[in-house]
């Protein structure tokens, strides 16, 4: 399961979700726009204020990265094994 971090106001953060529809795969989108308790939460997790965060669940939380590394691991084809 795939868990993204967003903020509502983003174009970083909508790409990433156009993303994730695009290769059909099942994910949570928590908008912390107005959660600054859970934001805080976040970035204290991976050390960094920036969004989208996108996280993966299979055994432990793995930290996936942000929109850029989203987008090269689906045009390297490695999103697609990850979340199969």
Do not use: R
């Not at 059909?24 to 969004?51: A, C, F, R």
């Not at 793995?62 to 999103?79: C, I, R």
């Amino acid at each position: 399961m795939i868990t993204i971090i967003t903020k509502g106001y983003c174009p970083y953060c909508a790409g990433a979700i156009t993303l994730l529809n695009k290769v059909w795969v099942k994910y949570m989108n928590i908008d912390v726009t107005l959660k600054p308790d859970l934001y805080d939460q976040v970035k204290e997790i991976t050390g960094s204020q920036t969004v989208p965060q996108v996280f993966m669940w299979d055994i432990h939380w793995k930290f996936l990265g942000w929109f850029t590394e989203l987008n090269e691991l689906h045009k390297s084809g490695e999103l697609e094994k990850l979340i199969k």
